[in-house]
C-alpha cells in the first residue's frame, strides 16, 4: 500500500468507525471524535486501515513508525523472491563428444541453481542442409538432462538456430 491511501486524523470523513488500539485489541465501534480525542491523548495517529470494511478501521499508532514498518515488510518480501534467470547454452550439430559433455555440464551447473535453460543449436554454412540433426541433437540433450529438467519450450526453428527451452524439476 502506498502512503497516499492512508487517512489520517481529520481526513478521515466517517461517523462511525472500528477502533483498533496499537497492540492491535480491538476497542469497538465509536463515534470520530472520540477515536481523535484518544489517538491525541495518546499522543499519535488515527490511522483509517481499512477503508472498505464497513465500519472503517481505524487504528491508533505513530504514522511514521506504521510507515516505516510497512516498508521494512515490504523490503523483506522482496528479499524473499527468488530471482531465475535464463541461461543459454549453445551447440553445434556436429560438436564432438566431449565438447557436447562438457556443455551439458554446465547447463547441468545451472538447472542445479534453480535457473531456466535455453538450449540453441546454431547451424552454420552448409550445415542447414542436415537440419534433422538439430532435433537429434536435441533428444540426446534432453536425455542427458531428463533427471534435472523438463522440457518448457519444445525445439522450434528460429532462423538457423533450432531453440529450446528447459525448467528444472522442483526439490521436495
Do not use: C
Not at 72 to 79: R, S, V
Not at 92 to 99: S, V
Amino acid at each position: 500500500m502506498s502512503t497516499a491511501q492512508f487517512k489520517i486524523n481529520h481526513q478521515i470523513k466517517a461517523s462511525q468507525v472500528r477502533l483498533l488500539r496499537e497492540d492491535g485489541t480491538q476497542i469497538g465501534v465509536v463515534p470520530l471524535t472520540e477515536a481523535l480525542s484518544q489517538a491525541q491523548s495518546a499522543g499519535v495517529d488515527a490511522v483509517e486501515i481499512a477503508p472498505n470494511a464497513v465500519p472503517p478501521v481505524v487504528k491508533i499508532i505513530d504514522y511514521k513508525k506504521y510507515l516505516y514498518q510497512l516498508a521494512k515488510k515490504d523490503q523483506a518480501a522482496k528479499a524473499a523472491q527468488k530471482k531465475v534467470d535464463l541461461k543459454e547454452i549453445r551447440l553445434t550439430p556436429f560438436m564432438a563428444e566431449n565438447d557436447f559433455s562438457i556443455k551439458i555440464d554446465r547447463a547441468r551447473e545451472f538447472l542445479t541453481e534453480g535457473h531456466k535453460l535455453r538450449l540453441t543449436i546454431k547451424f552454420v554454412g552448409r550445415q542447414l542442409t542436415h537440419k534433422e540433426f538439430g532435433p537429434q541433437m536435441l533428444d540426446k540433450a534432453l536425455l542427458a538432462l531428463a533427471d534435472l529438467a523438463t522440457i518448457d519450450q519444445a525445439g522450434k526453428w528460429m532462423g538457423k538456430q533450432y531453440i529450446a527451452t528447459f525448467t528444472p524439476i522442483k526439490k521436495k
